[in-house]
């Protein structure tokens, strides 16, 4: 026994002389890996105006019974009203998508979703999913789809449903979207289809989680159809106008970060996040008129307080030193050489060779270091980013902090120059006198 806490001993030694030497490294709130010129170039030199991708990160389950409506109806956020098991009809007008979320007891975010109702649902491939009971398809973080699965079975009792996860094979999910036909004030409830007059294969529902986002997709997969020789493959086949561009994953997480749209574990910390703080009741993922769910008093109780002192905001990373030099002044303008909110691609593989990007969870402060924490850094792709924000500070310049280890040590900044802009989206103000209304 001596002789194990004397090798103890020697080996704990060595490590603290190891990290004073400079042999171990602490993390920093920056990525601190070598970046090669090939990971650089994958970031994208735009987001087409009209596009589509395919979500790889995310997975279905589907769940179907004749207690489906009324099961999902005790256990998620927004309103799931029973569904016709009727033939529906291909039509130019398929509802909405059905987004929500899964909370624990304590009213803290487990999952957010989208539902989808079979029934709802006319393209021959979705056969599979139908039944002579009430179906539905319900999209999650692809991470999670095996932990919710369980978590959805743990509240089955004598309910007469049944669940199974959805393999990608067998049904994926895309976006589309089109700048085109799509405003930041004017919602869009009818779906896009192909110009030549067919319908395509895929299921297409309107994204209303903010005006203008787009259309979320559900495809039954066919092998082969991504390997297709056309110039834009898949258009045909998802029913969409063919000046769609066929994007990549890369693309509609930047477009979704300009609209301050969170999404996934990450962006949404299972059993942290709350509902009203991720904007979910501005992005219609709440329904406060509904009866008793799971986790439904903080969230009743929060939206008659009216007290949310945080709230996810698009941010925009800048580097002030290139900044000054360009317009002669500090900070993001809102009009001139630098725009307000905005991909810029230089300026994104700039800070990704410099490894300027902050890691999920770092902290914001004021750039002079003063006061406590303004905010939290949630997650990003170049100079863009969500963060989540304390509303009472908004005006100011601010940086990414310095992470404190769990040791209590504190690692400076890899570069001070990044600072660090909030914007609050347009689309906000007519979500927030719908929900005030309530």
């Known amino acids: 026994m001596k002789y ?16 004073c030497l400079g042999g171990l490294t602490p993390r920093t709130a920056f990525g601190r890996r070598h970046l090669s010129s090939e990971v650089i170039n994958e970031l994208p030199s735009a987001i087409p105006p009209a596009g589509h991708a395919h979500l790889t990160n995310r997975a279905l389950i589907f769940l179907t019974g004749q207690d489906a409506s009324r099961f999902l109806q005790g256990l998620t956020t927004a309103n799931i009203p029973p569904t016709s098991v009727t033939a529906p ?49 319900i999209e999650v973080d692809a991470t999670e789809q095996d932990r919710l699965f369980r978590w959805l079975k743990r509240y089955k009792l004598r309910s007469k449903i049944l669940l199974r996860p959805v393999d990608p094979e067998e049904c994926g999910v895309w976006s589309s979207w089109d700048n085109a036909e799509s405003s930041l004030t004017a919602e869009r409830t009818t779906s896009p289809r192909n110009s030549n007059g067919g319908t395509g294969r895929a299921a297409i529902f309107p994204d209303l989680r903010a005006p203008g986002l787009g259309y979320r997709l559900l495809l039954p997969q066919t092998p082969g159809f991504l390997s297709s020789t056309s110039e834009n ?24 970060y300009l609209y301050g749209i969170p999404e996934g574990q990450v962006e949404l910390p299972r059993e942290s996040a709350l509902l009203q703080e991720s904007c979910l009741d501005y992005m219609r993922g709440v329904d406060f008129r509904k009866g008793c769910y799971v986790g439904q008093e903080l969230v009743i109780r929060t939206q008659h307080t009216g007290v949310v002192r945080k709230r996810m905001l698009p941010v925009l990373l800048y580097d002030n030193t290139v900044l000054a030099s360009q317009t002669g002044e500090k900070g993001p303008r809102s009009e001139g050489a630098f725009p ?3 991909y810029n691609a230089g300026e994104a593989r700039r800070m990704k060779q410099q490894k300027s990007e902050p ?8 750039s002079d270091g003063k006061g406590r924490r303004v905010a939290k850094w949630m997650g990003g792709i170049g100079n863009l980013g969500l963060a989540l924000w304390r509303l009472e500070t908004m005006e100011g310049e601010f940086a990414i902090k310095a992470e404190t280890l769990e040791s209590g040590e504190t690692i400076e900044a890899v570069d001070s120059k990044i600072k660090v802009k909030p914007f609050v989206p347009e689309w906000w103000d007519e979500r927030k006198r719908s929900t005030s209304s309530v």
């Not at 999920?360 to 402060?365: E, F, L, S």
């Open 359 to 366: 890691l999920a969870g770092a902290d914001i402060v004021k």
């Open 233 to 256: 493959p898949g258009v045909t086949a998802l029913g969409l106008n063919n000046h769609s561009e066929h994007s990549t994953l890369t693309q509609y997480t930047i477009r979704r």
């Open 340 to 342: 307000v909110l905005e």
């Open 4 to 19: 194990a806490l004397n090798q103890f001993t020697i080996i704990r030694g060595c490590l603290r002389a190891c990290r």
């Open 89 to 137: 009809t291909i039509t130019t007008s398929n509802p909405a998508a059905i987004y929500s979320a899964f909370l624990n007891a304590q009213g803290r975010l487990l999952h957010d979703v989208f539902i989808y109702p079979v029934a709802n649902i006319a393209q021959p491939g979705f056969s599979p999913f139908r039944s002579a009971d009430e179906s539905f398809l």
